[in-house]
């Protein structure tokens, strides 16, 4: 299998991190490669990041399709312009978000997100209602942090636990979920201190849901429907 991953940032600062990450995940055979895209916003922390990135992650897209890769994961907790990835590629295509939420709800009955700042809340709401999922979306809770300023490993990890802690004391969720991808390598650390104070509570890491996701449904031989998914009609379009 090969999988391409996108970060919808600009520059080449996390694709070392990122596929490091990601190749821990996968299983043997796999093959990884990473590419930034080249026009947009060095992060995405609102819908006007997100609307900037999308001509470039939907660039590549196309290209990892003439590429011949198995599938696409898109690197943002916000699933930026997937489901117009969806329309213009025949292989499965995934954000950090829908998978995570989707192996949550399998854990636990309300799904708490860690997310990194407010400006992010109304994007995971919207998504949320998309999904139909905003029933069992029981908190956001947000630690403060850029995307940018997620390197700081102890900081990071503390802040999440304090949320964390806070959202399961409070009786606002059963899982939890990191909201965002930048938030690599902690949710083992983040699981292990939350049940060393209390119950056992799942922290699902949206990298690992991601790249799973998609490895089944290659191994399944499934794409996206072509009912809900439809091929853009042909006509000029500017890029």
Partial sequence: MHLRVILPIIG???????????????TAGTEVDVVSISRGPASIESEYDE???????????????????????????????????????????????EPAMLTALTLGERVGILQVLPNVL??????????????????????????LGLAHDDVLVDRLVAQARA?????????????CTGMLGVAAAVQDRLAADGPAVPVVDPTA??????????RMRLTA?????????AKERIA
């Fill in 209 to 218: 849901a991601a790249v799973q996701w998609l490895e089944s449904q290659v």
């Fill in 51 to 97: 609307a900037l990135a999308g001509p470039g992650i939907l660039e590549r897209v196309a290209e990892a399709t003439r590429d011949g890769v198995d599938a696409i994961f898109v690197s943002c907790g916000a699933d930026p312009a997937i489901q117009a990835a969806r329309e213009i590629t025949d292989v499965p295509v995934v954000g950090g978000f």
């Fill in 122 to 147: 109304p994007m995971l709401r919207s998504l949320a209602r998309r999904h139909a999922i905003a029933d069992r979306l029981g908190t956001i809770r947000v630690i403060d942090l850029p995307v």
């Fill in 225 to 233: 429907s072509r009912t809900t998914y439809r091929t853009p009609p």
């Fill in 12 to 26: 080449d600062t996390f694709i070392e991190q990122i596929r490091t990450e990601v190749s821990a995940w996968v």
């Fill in 167 to 179: 959202a399961v004391r409070d009786g606002e969720a059963d899982v939890l979920v990191l909201g």
